[in-house]
């Protein structure tokens, strides 16, 4: 397993034509599992008023986008499930567990803006990516 600080989560919200939400983290690792299906667990510790937006994709799969060791270096694209929340005091952390996609940024943000323009949304969006990625 690989460890890297994660610095930039961004939640890209189907429901919102794939607009971002970035996530305010006080800290956050993400970890290549390097396993046989080649997962990442991102773990953002964040500020427990995130709780409901959370609470609302709990077993969802997200799209997000990750900026890992360097404010400075493009972030990466994931396919993630959030698996676990927890409070911590006033915080609370945040568990995904996905796949990192390998195009460059510019052409998976092209493919779903195509997508989204064909009316795809929500898990129909999900799966239609998945088939043409």
């Keep these: 397993m690989k460890t890297f600080k994660l610095r930039k989560l961004v939640i890209l919200d189907y429901d919102k034509g794939l607009e971002g939400t970035e996530v305010h983290l006080i800290d956050g690792l993400i970890i290549n599992r390097e396993d046989d299906h080649d997962t990442w667990l991102i773990e953002g510790f964040i500020n427990r008023s995130y709780w409901n937006y959370f609470k609302d994709k709990l077993n969802e ?3 997000v986008q990750a900026t890992i060791t360097k404010d ?4 990466a694209s994931f396919i993630t499930k959030l698996t676990e929340m927890h409070e911590i005091g006033e915080q609370m952390n945040v568990m995904l567990m996905g796949k990192i996609i390998d195009k460059q940024k510019k052409d998976v943000e092209q493919l779903l803006t195509r997508l989204v323009e064909k009316g ?3 898990e129909n969006l999900i799966q239609k990516f998945k088939e043409v990625y």
């Design 61 to 63: 799969e997200l799209m």
């Design 120 to 122: 795809y949304e929500g």
């Design 72 to 75: 400075t270096n493009e972030p």
